[in-house]
């Protein structure tokens, strides 16, 4: 099946409740992340009986769960994340969703949930944002952000895979994923707490991971940081990654590191793009383990010079300072490094069509 065939196997069951055309431009002037979200929901239902079936996009609103529904005690659910960028012609595209596509069907792998097609998954986002093209903003740094998201769905108390499952995608517009735009963020390096060990779940796109980070991002806060970075949880000496984004350090010789995908680690989208963007541009790009005590100690001696951070939602931050038990270190004078600037400066272009897509990452929605 084509994704030609899959959008048009979606059902459009437009709502009877549209908002009101001056409520949707209030909500697109100044969008705030994941507060608010379209008219409409892209569905598709499963069952061991039957399969995938009834491919639909129905009215946004919520969910009827019995008390018993599996996800809400054996959390069997994950979870992608992805933009539809307006550009200035006035078209709508996305970016490489068939990464996001192969992430979601390796995830569901692990949580013994049933794979979605590559073509169901691009042919659901197609057909809600086709549906709910005005809610896409048109500012700079704004975007449809669009969550597909899967759950079991049997209402059984019992320790095995579900035989009823939901696919859903949800839209929200959005604006920069923080509020004071793209500057420097501080993060605190979490030693008492893992977001996940060997042979776990770090490597899928699931909900019990983020509700792991959720204490110690508790913890960053209080210690004046706003995100939190965790170590390995075999000998909690190697960097890992944020509470949802990937690492990288950029060395003062040109040489960019980030740390190896170990089974612990999410495959990011956005890191495998920015890997292959460095390399393009002539960086020696190295996926390794990367001590703290290493990293601390380069930030000493300057041998390194910049560390960022990256993922869809906020695309490429800046860190400019490094705290933990011991140590409080600024990274660059607190300010964003050129490596830095210049990769997401790239980055954004290909997404927002500024600059040439010689990668073909960017499908065409709209």
């Known amino acids: 099946m084509s994704i030609t065939t899959a959008v048009s196997a979606f059902d459009i069951r437009l709502t009877d409740t549209p908002t009101p055309d001056a409520d949707r431009e209030a909500a697109l002037a100044a969008p705030k992340f994941g507060t608010v979200f379209s008219d409409h929901m892209a569905r598709v239902s499963w069952t061991a009986a039957d399969g995938w079936h009834d491919r639909r996009v129905e009215k946004y609103g919520p969910l009827q ?3 018993a529904t599996a996800v809400l005690h054996y959390a069997q659910e ?7 960028y307006r550009h200035a012609d006035g078209s709508v595209w996305t970016f490489r969703p068939e990464a996001n596509a192969e992430r979601f ?10 794979q979605l097609s590559t073509e169901d998954f691009v042919g659901s986002i197609e057909a809600l ?11 700079e740094e704004t975007s449809l952000y669009l969550r597909p998201f899967m759950y079991a769905s049997e209402a059984f108390l019992g320790v095995r895979p579900s035989l009823e499952v939901e696919y859903l995608v949800i839209a929200s517009p959005v604006g920069p994923y923080f ?24 490597a899928a796109k699931c909900g019990g991971n983020y509700a792991a980070s959720l204490l110690p991002q508790q913890e960053a806060y209080e210690k004046g940081c706003e995100q939190v970075c965790f170590l390995d949880a075999t000998t909690n000496t190697a ?19 980030t740390p190896e ?8 989208v956005t890191r495998s793009s920015i890997l292959q963007l460095l390399t393009d541009r002539g960086h020696a790009v190295v996926e390794k383990r990367i001590l703290l005590d290493e990293l601390l100690a380069g930030l000493a001696d300057g041998s390194v010079s910049e560390v960022f951070a990256c993922g869809t939602a906020a695309v490429i931050t800046p860190i400019g300072r490094l705290a933990g038990d011991g140590f409080d270190v600024t990274i660059g004078g607190g300010a964003a490094g050129d490596v830095t600037t210049a990769i997401r400066d790239e980055l954004t272009d290909i997404q927002y069509g500024r600059a040439d897509d010689r990668y073909g990452w960017l499908h065409r929605l709209v």
Do not use: C
């Not at 994950?78 to 539809?84: D, M, N, S, T, Y």
């Not at 500057?183 to 060990?197: E, F, L, M, N, T």
């Open 65 to 67: 769960l019995d008390p």
């Open 78 to 84: 994950i979870f992608e994340g992805l933009k539809a």
């Open 105 to 114: 069907q390796r995830s569901a792998h692990r949580l013994a949930l049933p």
């Open 129 to 139: 944002v086709r549906t709910d093209v005005d809610w896409i903003p048109g500012g």
């Open 179 to 202: 509020a004071g735009g793209v500057k420097p963020v501080s993060i605190w390096v979490a030693q008492d707490y893992h977001r996940a060990g060997a042979g776990g779940t770090g």
């Open 239 to 257: 960097v890992e990654e944020l509470g949802g984004m990937n690492v990288f350090v950029v060395r003062a010789d040109g040489t960019v590191e």
């Open 261 to 268: 995908l170990t089974g612990s680690i999410l495959e990011g």
